[in-house]
């Protein structure tokens, strides 16, 4: 789905992501550069406004505060891998319906707008002040077709003949992880395809 990023993003003096500026622009204490960012939320509750509904996340007691849309919560349901009794540790990025504001599940899209560059987190600039210590992976996918170091996908179920899969979709001992991009293990059969001339996929 192409989406129009925002640039910046407004929060208040708590730090809590403001849902609304319209007439009330004194009110914003900054603009933050809007970028994915990893944080471990835990579900407050929901609310009514004029406008719209929306879910109420927070990082902590006490902690800053951010609106969700529903159909963004319909999103993170569906596809976040990590979400446990209301907590979700995932990677988010605000955005804009309307004249409101909230959050929602970042994508590799995203990602790939704010500079990453996959593979090892040390190697990626934009994972230096976004990225927690205990992830050891930029969050950005590597490419299928591609040659790169197999980087084990922990959401994706096992497959049966196939062993375990690298966050790029394909097995993990294909020839792309290996950096061998002029032999071709890839199969109608498999349903595997990568770019290489002689893919039989």
């Avoid at 990025?93 to 707008?113: C, E, P, S, T, V």
């Avoid at 593979?119 to 994972?127: D, K, L, P, Q, S």
Wanted: with cysteine; hydrophobic share 30%.
């Amino acid at each position: 789905m192409s989406r129009t990023r925002l640039a910046k993003v407004p929060y208040n003096r708590d730090g809590d992501l403001m849902d609304y500026v319209g007439t009330y622009p004194d009110r914003v204490h900054e603009w933050r550069r809007n970028r994915p960012f990893r944080a471990l939320l835990v579900l407050q509750g929901s609310e009514r406004g004029m406008s719209a509904a929306r879910f109420i996340w927070h990082n902590g007691e006490g902690g800053h505060a951010y609106k969700m849309f529903m159909t963004d919560m319909t999103d993170l349901v569906k596809n976040a891998p990590n979400i446990y009794k209301g907590t979700v540790d995932t990677w988010w990025i605000a955005q804009k319906r309307g004249k409101n504001y909230g959050i929602r599940l970042a994508d590799q899209d995203d990602f790939k707008a704010a500079g990453h560059t996959g593979g090892v987190r040390e190697t990626c600039r934009a994972c230096d002040d976004t990225n927690p210590a205990y992830n050891n992976l930029c969050p950005l996918h590597p490419n299928p077709a591609k040659a790169h170091a197999y980087e084990a996908d922990q959401h994706a179920p096992y497959i049966p003949g196939r062993h375990w899969t690298c966050r790029c979709g394909l097995a993990h001992d294909h020839h792309l992880h290996t950096g061998e991009p002029d032999g071709c293990s890839c199969s109608k059969d498999s349903n595997t395809a990568c770019s290489t001339p002689l893919c039989q996929g």
